[in-house]
């Protein structure tokens, strides 16, 4: 069972981002695309009482309006509801219920999900306010006051949150099988390959209804082991601008990041890297997952001598941050390769899970400053003591040092790149975090 998903939701500016940042306990910006076209969902994890869950902030809903900003945002606020578990409506205390808030209750109540109803901008403590009753003719039961920017009242609506998430099953942490999200634009053939793995090679496998609601979960086991690929196609609605269906890719592909444990990018052979490619990527990347790039449709791009690495060097320079990846040339039509993305999978995943012994890990990091003197300023050198593993998915190690400023980006990769040279670590990101002690410790 992967994390259950918080939407918070509501008309623009009755606070839905502050309490958002607050939830998750730091800030993170929202970002502004170009004009007509609405910002980005955010998604981030929040936790409360010892239970994890994904929370989605999505833009104001206006539900009548005509502008194409506006109407993005309702559609993309659409869609974190259809996938969510707990809905969060966010309404304003001190403006009252208005016209657009009553079409918002009715518009979740027929969602027909759990949804907790909170009035912000409640910055006083002591007696109810009688502008608190009238939130109760929305119909949606008992409102929570909240001041998201003096952090009032925001543990009891968690707790409101805490109780109506789906139950929380034995097995949510045993299972074994890997979890495999197939991401990218539109039309680049990720339902074509799901269709072809669980069509012909299939041992086993039941479909899953998934977490997120327009994904489909394919439980699959072979000789090579089990699997849960997540689907995220069916992206393209024909009613949509193509700008529109860009974003609901990119919604739908971080959801499924976000669940998965190896990420399959794949990209159109006769396209190549897209600028959506690199944004998914970069998720895929920021998020610490396995992954693996896939250039489907290679039956069908013209070839000649040296095609096949021109063309690896072509995907590494757009996406030069993945240069641990793996690539894979496949036909999802015809099954070639296909095949062969088991054991890479097997392997990603694997390698993203990697732990190493302290005692192991110094070996190399000595041997790594034995090679390479790390770098002086101003007549103070560097000094490493010594490395450990803080985390797995992905490897995370921690350096402590004598002077953190010392500690230059470019020591930082070579450290990296030794670390990959003994343990390999193909496709998976390596993290070092960088730590200060004073010498005398």
Not at 123 to 129: A, E, I, L, R
Not at 205 to 217: F, L, P, Q, Y
Not at 399 to 419: A, P, W
Request: charged share 25%.
């Amino acid at each position: 069972m992967s994390k259950p998903i918080v939407a918070i939701v509501g008309r623009p500016n009755v606070g839905k981002s502050t309490l958002f940042n607050y939830i998750v306990g730091k800030r993170i910006s929202i970002v502004e695309d170009t004009p007509g076209v609405t910002r980005d969902r955010v998604y981030a994890e929040g936790n409360w009482r010892g239970r994890s869950f994904t929370l989605v902030d999505t833009g104001g809903i206006e539900p009548e309006s005509d502008d194409v900003i506006l109407s993005q945002m309702r559609e993309q606020a659409n869609l974190a509801i259809s996938m969510a578990d707990v809905i969060v409506f966010v309404t304003d205390l001190k403006q009252g219920v208005t016209a657009a808030d009553s079409d918002i209750a009715l518009m979740l109540k027929k969602s027909k999900k759990p949804i907790v109803l909170v009035c912000n901008k409640a910055d006083n403590y002591g007696k109810v306010p009688d502008d608190i009753y009238e939130f109760y003719n929305l119909g949606l039961g008992e409102p929570h006051r909240v001041s998201a920017a003096n952090a009032i009242g925001i543990g009891d609506m968690l707790d409101a949150i805490y109780e109506e998430l789906p139950p929380q099953t034995d097995d949510e942490n045993k299972d074994e099988a890997i979890k495999v999200a197939i991401i990218g634009k539109p039309n680049v053939g990720k339902s074509s390959l799901v269709n072809k793995i669980l069509g012909e090679n299939r041992v086993i496998v039941s479909n899953v209804a998934g977490t997120t609601r327009d994904a489909i979960d394919s439980e699959f086991e072979n000789e090579f082991g089990k699997y849960v690929f997540i689907d995220t196609a069916g992206i393209r609605r024909k009613s949509k601008v193509s700008e529109n269906l860009e974003k609901y890719s990119v919604m739908r592909s971080l959801l499924a990041v976000e669940r998965a444990d190896v990420c399959l990018l794949m990209i159109d052979a006769n396209e190549g890297v897209t600028e959506q490619d690199t944004k998914i990527a970069g998720e895929a990347h920021e998020a610490g997952k396995g992954i693996i790039i896939v250039v489907n449709k290679w039956d069908e791009y013209e070839k000649g001598n040296g095609t096949l690495e021109q063309y690896k060097k072509d995907v590494y320079n757009k996406l030069s941050y993945l240069s641990y990846a793996p690539i894979l040339f496949i036909s999802a039509k015809t099954g070639q390769r296909v095949n062969k993305l088991f054991e890479m999978i097997n392997s990603v995943a694997s390698q993203n899970a990697l732990r190493v012994s302290t005692s192991v890990l110094n070996q190399v990091l000595n041997e790594a400053i034995a090679i390479v003197q790390p770098p002086t300023d101003k007549g103070k050198r560097l000094r490493l003591f010594y490395m450990t593993q803080a985390s797995t998915k992905p490897p995370t190690f921690v350096v402590f040092v004598n002077d953190k400023d010392l500690f230059h980006f470019s020591y930082e990769r070579y450290l990296v790149n030794q670390i990959r040279k003994e343990f390999g670590l193909v496709g998976t990101p390596v993290r070092i975090i960088v730590r200060e002690r004073m010498e005398k410790e």
